[in-house]
């Protein structure tokens, strides 16, 4: 009851502190002082502390199981285990809106802190625009999803959250997606007031550089943690399945690691400035709509959970407010700077950089087109239809080969001018790469002539690569290490989904299945009491082709609140493969519905992605270090 | 007439431009051949010629319908108007039920008989998908 109060008043003096660091750093904008007035560091680090207030009493309120504050009794239960009690905290709509304010508010107050040597307009611009957003959560937040709503006559339990999301991936896959989300509206806020300053400069993108970096390595973990709580907690058995929920996701990725990319270019020379802004604009627009579809319920998708139509609304003229303000500002101020005009030639980083771009831009459209297609159709003549995977994989697939090909030697390339050096060993490895490729698809029995090509690619970027380790030249390591670890997950992306095996069979407690050599007995059910769900454990011995023996107990759970069966799949996991099985029961028969599956690589997809995102992070600190 | 860099500029635009358009085409193709749409039972009824295109066929699970052996599970979807015979062999999601709304993925093989590739997976006991909320109307 306290709590939610506290949390309540919080979030609106939180929101009274976003008008007076309006009112004051407009004030400090034209005054005589060179550096930013304490003042406004005072204010900015007073709003980041109601505003954690606020998230620490709703918490609270979860905890306590408060069920006179409605988001807790729509999404809570006495008997759920603590760590899903906190969890659930932002495991909803208002509640996850609350953290994306508190990261908003954190990231602005660490943006001031941290930009001390930045010019004192950028700087209160930079605040200025992000407390336009910050102002328009808060309003968004008070005005429909108040997570604070007194419910009167209180009731005696909650309805429970969402068993599926009680998972420990779930639990941290929202906080660290929005600091990736977040973390783009930082990188707008920034673009704009430097192309009102005039400011982007080589200084400008260095220092917003950082900002990218971080921003995509959180949402490249983020995003991978959403995908391996779909591989095991969904019970499809794989990792991306092209819904509109995850492509959300992808594209302010895509966006932002072409960004990632062009600053690079900015660090050295003064080009592509507007369309750097254009990418930070694009990014951050990307990353709203990405949390809003999800929960507005205008995407049609298997993840869609229960929501309410009207927030849309509120969210569509919020988002187009923005869109419309940052054009605006874009095209009254930007000047292309025309001192540093050099000539590009052909051969050069540049252009390798501006590949990168356009591949990017091909692959956002892509999944934008298929994305929002179905909307589109729907709204227009009410037809109902829905995009497949094959569509994207026969759009994006074939364009990774020369992708890789270029990842491979872009980084070789040197800035304005270049050649291309060591051409012997290039072509050797790309030799290479070409028969490594041919020889494993032939002892594999699959010569598909695009698969050879696609692999060989894959392999050629593997080495050139592995190789730049070891050449002090070309050591650039967090570079390195990213572009090694994309050909590592290509490489058994590819590999997985061409030798991954399933088998699926609706069998009785004591039936055995025979397959091909191997067979699965199911030797019998164990059943099991939880706090707040019942479990039906299977025991399974399994036999498989090579005649190797394994045992995996999938488990089924009855949650009590709200009741709901879901199923645990069992991984055995190794360097080589995983084996997965999972089970489903058939209301009112006496049939389990098993799926097992032989996954080989599939670790290697995660640890290629944590390593990438590693490389980006090493960067961040590497130039702090060099100063 | 014009200088080499101006020539050669053009040639680039030129480029670029017929590329883009290659590539919207190539999309737009692709989109046309990868959409399923969404029918319901009676839709179907209504429908002139069978053709081999994926489809979505939504509605209830009708109750006292499911039949499963050791590796078919079969089924009648119902919008309460119409309904169809599925056939599906293949790992069903855990709200499967009789009575519970179902969107099942597959190919006709004529009006009353439905052989299905894949059944969809929802997170939310309450969620309905807006297919299946269209398809059985008010109901």
Request: charged residues 20%; positive net charge.
């Given at each position: 009851m306290l709590a939610s109060q506290i949390g309540y008043f919080s979030l609106i003096l939180g929101l009274i502190f976003s008008f007076l660091l309006v009112a004051s750093s407009i004030k400090n904008f034209n005054d005589s002082n060179k550096n930013i007035n304490q003042k406004i560091l005072t204010l900015s680090f007073l709003q980041l502390f109601f505003v954690i207030t606020s998230f620490i009493g709703l918490i609270f309120s979860f905890i306590s199981s408060d069920f006179s504050n409605e988001t807790v009794f729509n999404n809570s239960h006495t008997t759920k285990p603590l760590f899903y009690k906190i969890s659930g905290t932002w495991g909803n709509h208002e509640g996850s809106l609350l953290l994306w304010l508190l990261i908003l508010t954190l990231f602005i107050f660490l943006f001031l802190v941290k930009s001390n040597e930045q010019p004192k307009k950028y700087r209160l611009l930079t605040l200025l625009f992000q407390q336009v957003i910050i102002i328009g959560f808060f309003l968004f937040l008070l005005k429909t999803s108040n997570p604070f709503n007194q419910l009167f006559p209180v009731p005696k339990e909650g309805l429970g959250l969402n068993p599926i999301l009680q998972d420990p991936a779930l639990a941290i896959h929202p906080p660290i997606l929005y600091l990736g989300y977040v973390g783009s509206s930082i990188v707008f806020s920034a673009s704009l007031s430097a192309v009102t300053q005039n400011y982007i400069s080589k200084e400008w993108a260095l220092h917003i550089k950082k900002w990218i970096l971080i921003s995509w390595f959180f949402l490249s973990i983020g995003i991978m943690l959403g995908s391996i709580w779909a591989y095991y907690e969904l019970g499809w058995g794989g990792f991306w399945f092209w819904d509109p929920v995850e492509n959300v996701s992808l594209m302010p990725w895509l966006t932002l690691t072409a960004l990632l990319h062009c600053v690079l270019v900015l660090e050295k020379r003064i080009t592509l400035t507007s369309w750097i802004v254009v990418l930070s604009i694009a990014t951050f627009i990307l990353s709203m709509c990405g949390t809003f579809l999800v929960r507005s319920g205008i995407l049609n998708s298997v993840h869609t959970f229960a929501n309410d139509p009207?927030?849309?609304?509120?969210i569509l003229i919020f988002l187009f407010i923005l869109i419309l303000l940052s054009l605006l500002i874009f095209f009254i101020f930007h000047k292309e700077k025309s001192e540093n005009i050099?000539?590009?030639?052909?051969?050069?980083?540049?252009?390798?950089?501006?590949?990168?771009?356009?591949?990017?831009?091909?692959?956002?459209?892509?999944?934008?087109?298929?994305?929002?297609?179905p909307i589109f159709l729907d709204v227009i003549s009410g037809l109902k239809i829905s995009v497949g995977p094959p569509f994207y994989q026969k759009l994006i697939v074939p364009f990774l080969i020369p992708f890789l090909l270029f990842m491979a030697i872009g980084p070789r390339l040197n800035?304005?001018?270049?050649?291309?050096?060591?051409k012997l060993s290039l072509i050797i490895f790309f030799i290479l790469s070409i028969f490594l490729a041919f020889f494993i698809l032939k002892k594999l029995n699959l010569d598909l002539l695009i698969n050879t090509v696609l692999i060989s690619s894959a392999f050629y970027l593997f080495f050139i690569t592995l190789r730049d380790f070891f050449i002090k030249k070309f050591n650039n390591f967090s570079q390195t290490t990213a572009h090694f670890s994309f050909s590592i997950l290509i490489l058994s992306i590819l590999f997985n989904s061409i030798l991954s095996s399933e088998i699926i069979a609706n069998i009785k407690v004591g039936e055995k299945f025979q397959f091909n050599?191997?067979?699965?007995?199911?030797?019998?059910?164990?059943?099991?009491?939880?706090?707040?769900?019942?479990?039906?454990?299977?025991?399974?011995?399994?036999?498989?082709?090579d005649g190797k023996i394994i045992y995996l107990k999938p488990e089924l759970r009855i949650y009590n609140?709200?009741?709901?069966?879901?199923?645990?799949?069992?991984i055995k996991t190794t360097f080589l493969s995983d084996t997965f099985l999972v089970m489903n029961l058939v209301k009112g028969q006496e049939y389990f519905n098993i799926r097992y599956q032989v996954k080989p690589f599939m670790i290697w997809i995660w640890i290629s992605v944590s390593l990438m995102s590693l490389g980006g992070l090493i960067s961040v600190f590497k130039k702090k270090h060099e100063k | 007439?014009?200088?080499?860099?101006?020539?050669?500029?053009?040639?680039?635009?030129?480029?670029?431009?017929?590329?883009?358009?290659?590539?919207?085409?190539?999309?737009?193709?692709?989109?046309?051949?990868?959409?399923?749409?969404?029918?319901?039972?009676?839709?179907?009824?209504?429908?002139?010629?069978?053709?081999?295109?994926?489809?979505?066929?939504?509605?209830?699970?009708?109750?006292?319908?499911?039949?499963?052996?050791?590796?078919?599970v079969s089924f009648i979807i119902t919008d309460f108007k119409n309904e169809i015979n599925v056939s599906y062999s293949g790992a069903v999601p855990n709200l499967f039920a009789e009575g519970k709304g179902v969107v099942a993925e597959g190919f006709l093989k004529d009006k009353n008989y439905f052989l299905a590739t894949k059944i969809l997976a929802k997170h939310d006991e309450n969620y309905m998908p807006p297919e299946v909320k269209k398809a059985i109307g008010d109901k």
């Open positions: 009207e927030r849309g609304i509120f050099k000539k590009i030639f052909w051969l050069s980083k540049e252009t390798s950089i501006l590949i990168n771009n356009w591949f990017m831009m091909y692959f956002l459209s892509v999944v934008l087109i298929g994305t929002t297609y800035w304005i001018k270049s050649k291309l050096e060591n050599k191997g067979n699965i007995l199911f030797e019998k059910i164990v059943k099991n009491e939880s706090s707040n769900y019942q479990s039906v454990i299977g025991h399974f011995k399994i036999k498989n082709d609140q709200p009741i709901t069966i879901t199923s645990e799949a069992d | 007439m014009y200088g080499k860099k101006v020539k050669l500029r053009f040639l680039f635009l030129a480029l670029i431009l017929v590329s883009v358009i290659l590539l919207v085409i190539l999309i737009l193709q692709s989109l046309k051949k990868n959409v399923v749409y969404f029918q319901s039972p009676s839709e179907i009824k209504l429908l002139v010629d069978i053709n081999e295109k994926k489809i979505r066929v939504g509605g209830m699970v009708k109750k006292q319908s499911i039949n499963i052996n050791s590796n078919v």
